[in-house]
């Protein structure tokens, strides 16, 4: 088996796509990863699917050009927006993106009520319609988009009285209706399943799917013999390097509230719709 050392890049609007490289880090913590933040234009959601669409290109070649092996779209919304495009544009790369985790939740509810959160492009998508219509048969499927949740998120506020209170009117009528399981469908949120599981209590269920993704991009990896199999598992700071088009000070100030690591940030820059280092 031969060895692949380039990174693995992974790209969100924001911080979000963290939780995805926390858990691609438990998987596979040889492995170098890229992570860009397009803290310029966070939040994506509220925004149309082409805009995010074109972001994602961009973010996607420019990944390519630094050499990524793989690239994990870490945001629900860019994957709604994007995912499909994505590998038509660069049929030499493998893509990981997000879906809304319907099919875990339709099969293992007692209750066939089940919570979705998510991003307003993410409903908006035909991923997700997709996702419910071959998932969801027979389960009622209640949606919240959760207005508000990604900005306090990243501005570190995990679990203040504004990030309840959004929280709160989210899951509480889901919550009369009858919900035994809430899927994760922004990765930003699983910063805040503390406080989500605080609100719905120990009997629901919250389904983070940054797991079952980390394990997925090792099962592409081994596929394609592309293991980073000369090192062995590293450091975060050895091993993540960090880029954003927003302020790499705030997110390096914001790291340990979300990864309980420190390590430093890089600046991009946006120059007509291409990515540059600043
Ligand atoms: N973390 C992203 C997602 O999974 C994007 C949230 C946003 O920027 O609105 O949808």
């Not at 082409?50 to 870490?74: D, M, N, P, T």
């Not at 544009?89 to 993106?97: A, H, I, K, N, S």
């Not at 509810?109 to 419910?132: D, I, N």
């Amino acid at each position: 088996m031969s060895a692949d050392a380039s990174p693995i890049g992974i790209f969100d609007s924001g911080v979000g796509g963290l939780s995805v490289l926390r858990a691609i880090r438990t998987e596979l913590p040889a492995e170098s990863i890229l992570y860009l933040a397009d803290q310029a234009h966070v939040p994506y959601g509220p925004r149309p699917l082409e805009e995010v669409r074109a972001f994602s290109r961009a973010i996607s070649h420019f990944l390519i050009q630094q050499g990524a092996k793989i690239i994990v779209v870490a945001c629900n919304t860019a994957s709604a927006a994007a995912l499909h495009y994505l590998r038509q544009e660069f049929p030499d790369l493998p893509f990981v993106g997000m879906e809304p985790a319907v099919k875990p939740a339709a099969e293992h509810t007692h209750s066939g009520r089940v919570g979705v959160l998510a991003t307003p492009a993410t409903f908006q998508g035909k991923l997700y319609a997709s996702v419910v219509e071959r998932f969801a048969r027979g389960v009622e499927i209640y949606q919240d988009a959760c207005p508000g949740l990604v900005e306090q998120i990243e501005a570190g506020n995990l679990a203040g009285p504004a990030t309840r209170a959004i929280l709160e009117s989210a899951l509480i009528p889901m919550l009369r209706q009858g919900i035994d399981t809430v899927v994760l469908g922004c990765t930003h949120y699983p910063f805040v399943i503390p406080l989500i599981q605080e609100i719905v209590g120990p009997a629901v269920r919250v389904i983070d799917p940054a797991p079952a993704i980390a394990r997925q991009v090792q099962r592409v990896l081994i596929s394609r013999q592309a293991l980073n199999l000369s090192s062995p598992g590293r450091s975060f700071g050895q091993a993540v390097r960090l880029l954003t088009t927003g302020s790499p000070a705030d997110l390096q100030q914001l790291l340990p509230c979300y990864l309980n690591q420190t390590a430093p940030v890089e600046p991009l820059c946006w120059q007509a719709d291409q990515l540059r280092f600043c």
